[in-house]
């Protein structure tokens, strides 16, 4: 089987700093693209940040509303992904989701795979 475990969530002051990863693990071939979704209550959910390897070059991708805060990076030996949350303000205050397209072994295509999400409330 293959699962997305996220990890760093938890209670932060405004203007301070959170770290979130995500590992994926089990029969994988390859990870293209791997990314961060957050949901509020009451709001749908939306993409945060995301990156996606060509060849030896990592492109990323983000929501105007994290740009110039937030960071995301990949570590592809471990097929981890992390999200360097800085400067943070109540509106980051959601559940955040892992998204990986993954390539099991044995397989043609990829599909795409979620954690179970990890709650990050921004609260003084």
């Known amino acids: 089987q293959v699962q997305l475990v996220e990890s760093g969530g938890g209670l932060v002051q405004p203007g301070g700093s959170l770290r979130l990863s995500c590992a994926a693990s089990g029969s994988i071939f390859s990870i293209k693209t791997m990314g961060w979704y957050r949901q509020a209550p009451g709001k749908e959910r939306e993409l945060v940040a995301a990156i996606t390897r060509a060849g030896s070059t990592h492109y990323t991708n983000y929501a105007d509303s994290v740009k110039g805060r937030f960071t995301i990076s990949r570590d592809n030996a471990e097929n981890t992904v992390y999200l360097q949350m800085n400067s943070m303000n109540p509106e980051d205050t959601a559940v955040y989701y892992c998204?990986?397209?993954?390539?099991?072994?044995?397989?043609?295509?990829?599909?795409?795979?979620w954690g179970k999400g990890t709650l990050v409330t921004v609260s003084s």
């Open positions: 998204n990986a397209d993954i390539v099991r072994l044995g397989a043609v295509y990829g599909v795409p795979y």
